[in-house]
Nanobody, 120 residues
């Protein structure tokens, strides 16, 4: 099973940008559909974006036009470029393999994620 490490979070002002990375290990990454999820305090985990093994992308309405997901299979890494950040984007961001079509996370456990904090 793939092991995932998220990085790149931080504290930014509204309107700023961050680039998150998800580094994967294992031999099946290039055939895996990958997604980003986030969880804010007091809220359920929320789907953000997904990218298929051949780089088809999908976004939640809340981030469409502001976030861009990409992948580099040679580096076993998935990225999330976040622009025009809003305070409501504040959350811990996680990556996970996903089922394509309904974007259900396929992890049986979640890592520590990376914290994104956006101030007003």
């Amino acid at each position: 099973q793939v092991q995932l490490v998220e990085s790149g979070g931080g504290l930014v002002q509204a309107g700023g940008s961050l680039r998150l990375s998800c580094a994967a290990s294992g031999r099946t990454f290039s055939r895996s559909h990958m997604g980003w999820f986030r969880q804010a305090p007091g809220k359920e985990r929320e789907f953000v974006s997904a990218i298929s093994w051949n780089s088809i992308t999908y976004y939640a309405d809340s981030v469409k036009g502001r976030f861009t997901i990409s992948r580099d299979n040679a580096k076993n890494t998935v990225y999330l470029q976040m622009n025009s950040l809003k305070p409501e984007d504040t959350a811990v961001y996680y990556c996970s393999p996903v089922r394509w079509g309904d974007y259900e996370a396929l992890l049986n456990y979640w890592g520590q994620g990376t914290q994104v904090s956006v101030s007003a």
